[in-house]
Structure formats: C-alpha cells, structure tokens
C-alpha cells in the first residue's frame, strides 16, 4: 500500500555541486536520528565513508523508486533512471519507518 511518510528526523538538503560531492565523506561518526538530501542526485558512492547507510532514491515528486539497505563503504549505489534525488540516512531507517518503493515521503 503507498502513504505519504514524514520521517520525523532532520534531514539537511545538499543542493549544490561541492555540497552534493563532499555528502557526508570524511564524516567521523555514523549519522544517527538525521539525514541528508542530495538534490538533483541518482546515484551514490561511499568512497572515503567510514560507516554504512540506508539509501532512498527519490523521483521528483518525492516518491519512492528505490532503496539499498545498509550500503557498506567502498561500494557504489548504480544510476537509478527514475531518480531524481537521495536520501542518505542512518542504517536501520528504511526498516524502521517500513519505506516501500511508491511511498512519498514529506521533506
């Protein structure tokens, strides 16, 4: 069944070019109770990350065309076509909020 989810977590928006690059690279500590929005973005890499993340690709609309649980670093999320956005977020999120492909999630 789709729904219309607001996460309840902060979620900060990276929406330009250096913002979208540096995304959470060289971030020290896992991000807990927080996400971020990269915008415009359809794929992802985790270079240089030091911890792993749930993964939500966006289309426009903010619906939901595709998740990666539990992205380890070192290993790079392929181009989703139907994307047009990506949330990164802690491990555990998509799981716990139960996020569907179809779902649309309010940012």
């Not at 500590?29 to 990269?38: D, E, I, R």
């Not at 990666?68 to 392929?78: C, D, F, M, V």
Request: charge should be positive; aromatic fraction near 12%.
């Amino acid at each position: 069944m789709q729904h219309s989810l607001d996460l309840d977590l902060p979620i900060s928006k990276a929406d330009t070019f250096m913002k979208r690059f540096k995304g959470l690279m060289f971030e020290r500590k896992p991000y807990v109770n927080k996400g971020l929005h990269l915008t415009p973005c359809e794929s992802i890499h985790m270079f240089f990350m030091r911890f792993p993340l749930d993964i939500v690709f966006l289309d426009k609309e903010n619906r939901i065309v595709d998740v990666r649980y539990n992205l380890q670093p070192w290993k790079i999320a392929i181009p989703n076509r139907k994307a047009f956005s990506t949330l990164e977020l802690p491990t555990g999120t998509i799981e716990k909020y139960n996020l569907q492909i179809g779902d649309k999630l309010v940012l």
